[in-house]
């Protein structure tokens, strides 16, 4: 089945600065990739998504890049603020529809 | 357009006794899946069902864990004889179609075990 590595599991920046998060897929037939961002408390709520018919898909501060030959996908977040700090799960699908999520990175931002 | 809905939002059980959660999924989405979080983890998935077929359930426990989703009404993940271990939130998540289509999550049922 699938594996999905997750690193770093916890990211402090200071606010303005960029956060890079990046996860690694072991199912070459693995085709659809999303993010989730989930505070706490909260439910896990899909901040960004990726297919692998493209390499990079970008939403305001938010960048999503995806390797297919490396099986590695990566969060860009760019200029955060303090809101931004949550817990951020990357997942790929395996078998029909399931997701497989990593084990979430702690994004702590500073004022 | 109300998103998917879980009740309840906290249940208390003591050590044997049974626990109920349920869930709606969002208008017009039949397919539902039921993830397991423990404190500090990741999602785990456990079951991914459509209306009236259990689809994937290669994640449930095979003992005390079953999950159904009926013509009518919404989905149930029922856990018998609950043990401490069984502490955690349970989310579900429905989507539209199958396949790579974007999963929406309710905002969990936090079990805790006596």
């Known amino acids: 089945g699938e594996n999905v590595e997750q690193h770093p599991s916890t990211l402090s920046v200071q606010e303005g600065d960029s956060a890079v998060i990046k996860c690694t897929y072991s199912?070459?037939?693995?085709?659809?990739f999303p993010w989730y961002k989930q505070e706490l408390g909260k439910r896990p709520q899909l901040i960004i998504d990726i297919r692998s018919n493209v390499g990079e898909k970008k939403d305001q501060r938010i960048a999503v890049t995806l390797n297919k030959t490396a099986k590695h996908f990566s969060l860009h977040i760019t200029e955060t603020q303090p809101e931004d700090s949550a817990v951020y799960f990357c997942a790929a699908n395996s078998g029909y529809s399931t997701l497989t999520f990593g084990k979430g990175t702690m994004l702590l931002v500073s004022p | 357009n109300a998103g998917v809905m879980q009740n309840p939002r906290h249940l208390v059980r003591r050590r044997g006794q049974e626990a109920r959660l349920r869930c709606s999924p969002m208008k017009g989405h039949s397919h539902v899946y039921w993830y397991r979080q423990l404190p500090e983890e990741g999602l785990k998935f456990m079951v991914y069902?459509?209306?009236?077929?259990?689809?994937?359930e290669s994640g449930m426990p095979k003992e005390r864990f079953s999950a159904e989703f009926p013509k009518e009404g919404p989905s149930i993940l029922r856990i018998q004889q609950v043990v401490r271990g069984d502490s955690a939130a349970y989310f579900c998540?429905?989507?539209?179609?199958?396949?790579?289509?974007?999963?929406?999550f309710g905002p969990g049922t936090r079990l805790t075990v006596l």
């Open positions: 069902l459509q209306k009236e077929n259990i689809i994937d």
């Open positions: 998540a429905s989507s539209h179609e199958a396949g790579g289509w974007e999963q929406f």
């Open positions: 199912d070459s037939a693995s085709n659809y």
